[in-house]
């Protein structure tokens, strides 16, 4: 895949695994999760100067212009330093759903302090009783004037309590599970009547459940047409899948790389274990669905524009990876014996970080299904 990048992707490719490798260890990583935010501020404002938080945002209002292939080079990246800093909720998701549904006045407002690292957003869609479906919104936001009102409930809203606005999905008309009337809504995170639960993951990072009742917000804090926001959340979240996709990867990566160096430095009976042919097959076996996964996914990143062909690529991605990282995962773990999951060795971290992305925006099983399903139709 290496060598299909463009000189610039390359240069961005170097820069970012140089600033992993060099400054972002895991005993800072730890540290930062242990933190009050859960992430670094700092780290935060070096993303911003190295202008990775503009790389997919438009170019008129303070963006790169950056495609999904550069966004998977960086998560990528981001997950052979497991980074917990909020770049999937604020650029990805919020930043994804304002620059295609936003009207002109809010991408001005918002794109630019985002790009500066000075505007943290997270997307409020999933409900209590939703699981994969983000149609299926019982939260109501019923018009009051020239203001809606808003009630309902939203779960494992990531880094919601560090954001300075949620973009949250309620349903303007119709039933619980009907594909129209749902639309978004910007929400200040310290809004009156907003009540929010937040609680770390089994991954090391932050989420909340939130609770709103009778949050008043005006007419210009409506994100896009009216009761028309369900094809923009699904090609936002389409996306962000490819991008999980492209982190666990690289999680995929650092597992596979310590593995290998493990196994040659263990030794048993005198010799290293990594000499053991049972073992070698193991470690094969590894880079195999390794080496696949990465080229699934980076095909979903150059066809994550094209609307024939974004959602099958990117729950065909999502199958490999899910797959791909409970084998490479499981198997990292055994290689390493008991000490694969103590805290103070990475190798426990990069696999739970895996098996939180394997239930993300859709489990195996569930974009097996939506594969099977795409294809039927098309």
């Known amino acids: 895949m290496d060598g299909g990048l463009t000189e610039e992707q390359a240069l961005l490719k170097d820069s970012v695994e140089r600033f992993i490798e ?22 935060w404002a070096r993303f911003a100067e190295f202008g990775w938080l503009a790389a997919p945002l438009p170019e008129a209002h303070g963006g790169l212009g950056g495609t999904p292939v550069e966004v998977a080079i960086l998560m990528e990246a981001f997950g ?28 001005a407002a ?21 699981r994969y479906n983000p149609g299926d919104v019982e939260t109501r936001a019923e018009p009051r004037g020239d203001a809606y009102l808003l009630n309902g409930r939203k779960s494992v809203v990531f880094h919601a309590a560090t954001a300075d606005k949620l973009i ?22 310290e809004a009156e009547g907003l009540a929010l639960r937040a609680y770390p993951t089994v991954d090391g ?48 990566g650092a597992l596979l790389e310590a593995t290998r160096a493990y196994l040659e430095t263990r030794t048993q009976f005198g010799v290293p274990i990594g000499s053991f042919q049972v073992l070698q ?48 995962g499981q198997a990292a773990i055994q290689l ?3 000490m694969g999951m103590t805290e103070e060795l990475a190798i426990g971290h990069h696999f739970k970080r895996l098996s939180m992305i394997g239930a993300l925006f859709g489990d195996t099983d569930h974009h097996l299904r939506r594969f099977a399903a795409l294809r039927r139709v098309s």
């Open 22 to 43: 060099r400054d972002y260890p895991f005993d800072q990583r730890r540290d930062l999760a242990a933190g009050e935010e859960g992430f670094g501020r700092a780290v």
């Open 80 to 107: 052979r330093g497991l980074v917990l800093e909020p770049y999937l909720s604020t650029v990805i998701l919020g930043g994804g759903l304002l620059s295609l549904a936003g009207s002109d006045a809010q991408k």
């Open 110 to 130: 918002l794109l630019p302090p985002l790009a500066e690292g000075k505007l943290l957003l997270a997307f409020a869609y999933a409900e209590p009783q939703s």
């Open 168 to 189: 949250v999905s309620a349903r303007t008309a119709g039933a619980a599970r009907d594909a129209a009337g749902i639309g978004l809504f910007l929400v200040d995170r």
């Open 205 to 252: 990072l932050r989420a909340a459940e939130l609770r709103l009742e009778d949050v008043t917000v005006d007419g210009g804090a409506a994100v896009g047409e009216a009761g028309g926001a369900l094809p923009i959340i699904e090609q936002v979240l389409d996306r962000a899948t490819i991008a999980v996709c492209a982190e666990a990867v690289g999680t995929m």
């Open 281 to 328: 097959h193991r470690v094969v076996d590894m880079f195999m669905a390794y080496e696949l996964s990465r080229a699934l996914v980076y095909r979903a990143a150059a066809a994550a524009e094209d609307a024939a062909d974004r959602a099958a690529a990117a729950s065909a991605a999502k199958v490999q990876v899910g797959k791909a990282g409970r084998m490479i």
């Open 336 to 338: 390493h014996g008991g």
